[in-house]
């Protein structure tokens, strides 16, 4: 499982996750090239980061629809930690070519309709493009590092972020700090491949570069610590309840070319087979 630390200081909020774990078993589920699944692992890290500010039963979906290699990106968290996720790729391997598009951002927060915000992409840039979308979508100065670094045999040697936010009316002292901070510390990826723990992270983020001692910026708290996981909830009757959408007329016609339907979960390609006998009840109507 994956870990992700939730905080908060005076002038603002911050979110530090390792997501290997939870990046790895999304290999093993989709065995996506290396490419992509840098790409996919850094949204599965940004879910769990915008997850942990959710609530009981909210949901969060994160969308992309560009014009590259990879055309979609959909990946689902909620306040639990639990995040799922796919990507469509196209069939030319451009690898140089990803293109650009938008970032649709979708909380379910049991409203009569969900909350939608839409941003440009560009994946030349995600960190940019991240940074840009909760400033114009929230108003909420953002800095963020994502991480997905794989070893030789395709396994992934570490996937996490750092983000912090700036809080309404944060004092220009600390903004002035946050930025010398953000241009001298190093990736995530080498934070954590350097061996340093989630709680050394945060505290290198708060170390006043004006001192020689350990003093910090200022005094922080940290709110929660939670583990996150890739967990997929689909289920045999979930899937019978969409294939019977398709209608009484459709299934016969289905039913007398096919002996069965095979369903299989996009999130995590679980296999589901139904046969006439499933639906007997709706085609005897």
Known sequence: MGRLIRGISKNARFFVADTTDVVQEALDIHKYDEYSMKIFGKFCTLAALMGATLKGEDKLTIRTDTDGYIKNIVVNSDANGDI?????????????????????????????????????????NLPNDISAFFYNSEQIPTVISLAVECTNDGKILCAGAFMVQLLPNADEDFITKLERKTEAIRPM?????????????????????????????????????????????????????????????????????????????????????????????????
């Open 84 to 124: 799922k996720g796919y990507l469509v790729n196209t069939t030319d391997k451009n690898f140089d070519g990803l293109g650009k598009g938008t970032m649709r951002i979708i909380k379910d927060m049991g409203l009569k309709e969900p909350y939608v915000a839409i941003s440009n992409i560009d994946y030349s």
């Open 189 to 285: 990826n080498e934070l954590m491949k350097g061996g340093m723990s989630l709680e050394r992270i945060i505290n290198l983020l708060y170390d006043d570069m004006d001192t020689e001692d350990d003093s910090l910026v200022e005094e922080y708290e940290i709110l929660e610590e939670k583990e996150i996981k890739y967990s997929c909830d689909c289920s045999a009757e979930r899937f019978q309840k969409g294939i019977m959408t398709l209608g009484k007329e459709e299934l016969k016609h289905i039913f007398e070319e096919e002996k069965e339907i095979e369903a299989e979960c996009q999130f995590c390609g679980k296999k589901y087979k139904f046969t006439e006998k499933d639906f007997e009840d709706m085609l005897k109507k």
